[in-house]
């Protein structure tokens, strides 16, 4: 889970888990903006596709992270975007 520092700059933790997933709440942190602002992203294809548990909408921390590296450039991306995939 990430922590905040002080300067309100979201820090990831390394748990080992490579598809460990993540919420709305979390992206947000990560990318240091707002919920509304993820779902955006998310709709407009510009973030990593999401992840469908049940109702709940999660993103793979390992993607969001590949992301954030890029400089938030879903050029890398290009080939993977899919519509939301559903696990039951």
């Not at 820090?11 to 990560?30: K, N």
């Not at 390992?62 to 050029?75: H, K, L, P, T």
Request: net charge positive; hydrophobic share 40%; aromatic share 6%.
């Amino acid at each position: 889970m990430p922590n905040k520092t002080k300067s309100g700059a979201a820090v990831l933790e390394r748990t080992g888990a490579a598809d460990r997933l993540i919420g709305v709440r979390d992206v947000s942190e990560l990318l240091d903006c707002s919920d509304r602002h993820v779902w955006k992203l998310s709709y407009s294809a510009r973030l990593p596709t999401p992840v469908r548990v049940g109702r709940a909408v999660k993103w793979r921390l390992s993607d969001i992270e590949r992301y954030i590296v890029a400089g938030c450039d879903m050029r890398m991306f290009a080939g993977d975007r899919k519509p939301v995939a559903v696990v039951r």
